[in-house]
């Protein structure tokens, strides 16, 4: 059943999908009956949003992108032996407790017989500090954490993500190189694989100027 969800979410069943499940595409545009060519979308949509959300009414997360094109592989009988969705600056808002999580990139990929999409070309993940209450004693220094890789893999239901390749992370305390890592958004915790080298410095204690 996730799984179902899932793929239909990213328009991979079809025309039929994309008008049932994208919330605001300012344009969906479908191809004539005739079969396509191969490197030819079967179907696309362009400025494409939608929110996910659990069985308890919960949201789970959000996603935005510039463009979905949806592509059929035929075999011999023509029937579909493949098809995959190509993403054009995906952007995920995975939300957990007060401060949600951002995960984006340049391109992406979602294979129909996988649950997560592939993300690649300048991957970022964020979260935002949390917003001062008031009466809340100023922090030292307030500032967001920043991942950079070039790919990644990411189930936004599950809120995992993985990836073998160098990350790099940007935090208010200096920086952090690695080579593989792992991000559970659920417990907030990003796990880091091998070759880890840190740079630390004492951050620059702006509460006094606020």
């Not at 929110?51 to 935005?64: I, M, P």
């Not at 391109?107 to 129909?112: F, N, Q, S």
């Not at 890789?149 to 305390?173: F, G």
């Not at 990003?190 to 204690?205: G, S």
């Given at each position: ?12 069943m ?6 049932m499940?994208?919330d605001?595409s300012?344009?969906?545009i ?8 191969p490197q030819?979308?079967?179907?696309f949509?362009?400025?494409a ?14 996603f935005?992108?510039?463009?979905l ?18 993403v ?8 957990q ?31 935002e500090?949390p ?14 954490s ?25 935090t208010?305390?200096?920086v ?21 080298h ?13």
């Amino acid at each position: 059943m996730r799984k179902n969800r899932f793929y239909l979410l990213f328009i991979a069943m079809g025309i039929a999908s994309i008008v049932m499940l994208w919330d605001s595409s300012e344009n969906v545009i479908t191809p004539p009956k005739a079969e396509p060519a191969p490197q030819i979308p079967y179907a696309f949509a362009e400025n494409a949003a939608t929110r996910y959300f659990n069985d308890n009414g919960v949201l789970e997360y959000a996603f935005t992108a510039n463009r979905l094109e949806h592509f059929r592989v035929l075999g011999d009988n023509r029937q579909p032996v493949d098809e995959y969705t190509m993403v054009d600056h995906p952007h995920f808002t995975i939300y957990q407790e007060d401060t949600p999580w951002h995960v984006e990139s340049v391109d992406g990929k979602l294979v129909r017989s996988s649950e997560q999409i592939a993300l690649w070309d300048t991957v970022r993940i964020w979260q935002e500090p949390p917003e001062r209450q008031p009466g809340e004693e100023a922090p030292a220094y307030r500032e967001a954490s920043e991942l950079t890789t070039e790919k990644l893999d990411i189930n936004p239901v599950e809120k995992v993500a993985y990836t073998d390749e160098p990350v790099k992370i940007l935090t208010p305390y200096g920086v952090i190189n690695a080579v593989g890592m792992t991000a559970n958004f659920k417990n907030r915790k990003i796990e880091l694989h091998h070759k880890v080298h840190a740079i630390h410095r004492i951050p620059e204690d702006r509460s006094l100027n606020e």
